[in-house]
């Protein structure tokens, strides 16, 4: 589902309330795509911006003076989420009534079969962390792999949003697909976290 451009201005020139309903693709009159190129957006977010500057209104006041702040902070938000691929993608899986993964608990399980595939790691994490004497080197050599794994995901990602913009109205399989490696990452990076305060114990020891 396309979004409809934002209407900004009345037909009188004056600026028009801002929408209650938040859609960043219909603020900046953008075609609705899971997969976007962040420099095709700047343009569009400046042009918005340009005709709802506060300081053209400023002679105005009053309340369309409060509106070009209004816009202006739409279209800032809107700016950021477009350009954030996770903010972009968890924004259009919300928008198609699908769970947000980074913060619906029911969308962020991570796969059983990930867990496992990381329960030997999880234990050499916890043997390093109670002062067992795991070589930093072989941390070291884990947070390389993980960081792979990582960047691995993050391209599986893009890929499956750019299946996302040809698959047509049912994304159902997408979304899962997606929802997956958001909770993967997000796996990875706590994972990361640890082995990075580990190092940091090693170097203050």
Same mark, same amino acid.
């Given at each position: 589902?396309?979004?409809?451009?934002?209407?900004?201005?009345s037909s009188t020139g004056e600026i028009a309330a801002p929408p209650r309903e938040f859609d960043p693709f219909a603020l900046l009159g953008i075609e609705r795509r899971a997969s976007l190129d962040p420099e095709t957006i700047r343009p569009a977010y400046l042009k918005a911006c340009r005709e709802v500057h506060p300081d053209r209104f400023q002679d105005k006041g009053g309340e369309q003076l409060e509106r070009a702040k209004a816009w202006t902070a739409l279209?800032?938000?809107?700016?950021?989420? +477009?350009?954030?691929?996770?903010?972009?993608?968890?924004? /259009? %899986?919300?928008?198609?009534?699908?769970?947000n993964p980074l913060k619906d608990a029911k969308g962020s399980a991570v796969p059983q079969s990930l867990l496992m595939e990381m329960f030997e790691l999880q234990e050499m994490l916890d043997e390093a962390e109670s002062g067992s004497g795991?070589?930093?080197?072989?941390?070291?050599?884990a947070q390389h792999d993980l960081m792979r794994r990582q960047s691995d995901a993050e391209l599986e990602l893009s890929r499956i949003a750019e299946q996302w913009d040809v698959a047509g109205s049912d994304h159902t399989t997408l979304a899962r697909h997606m929802g997956? +490696?958001?909770?993967?990452?997000?796996?990875?990076?706590? /994972? %990361?976290?640890?082995m990075?305060?580990?190092?940091?114990?090693?170097?203050?020891?």
């Amino acid at each position: 589902m396309n979004s409809t451009p934002t209407t900004t201005f009345s037909s009188t020139g004056e600026i028009a309330a801002p929408p209650r309903e938040f859609d960043p693709f219909a603020l900046l009159g953008i075609e609705r795509r899971a997969s976007l190129d962040p420099e095709t957006i700047r343009p569009a977010y400046l042009k918005a911006c340009r005709e709802v500057h506060p300081d053209r209104f400023q002679d105005k006041g009053g309340e369309q003076l409060e509106r070009a702040k209004a816009w202006t902070a739409l279209y800032n938000k809107a700016y950021s989420t +477009l350009k954030d691929n996770h903010a972009r993608l968890t924004w /259009l %899986l919300e928008a198609e009534g699908f769970p947000n993964p980074l913060k619906d608990a029911k969308g962020s399980a991570v796969p059983q079969s990930l867990l496992m595939e990381m329960f030997e790691l999880q234990e050499m994490l916890d043997e390093a962390e109670s002062g067992s004497g795991v070589a930093p080197n072989v941390i070291k050599q884990a947070q390389h792999d993980l960081m792979r794994r990582q960047s691995d995901a993050e391209l599986e990602l893009s890929r499956i949003a750019e299946q996302w913009d040809v698959a047509g109205s049912d994304h159902t399989t997408l979304a899962r697909h997606m929802g997956e +490696l958001f909770s993967e990452e997000r796996y990875y990076e706590r /994972l %990361l976290t640890r082995m990075n305060s580990v190092l940091e114990a090693y170097n203050e020891s």
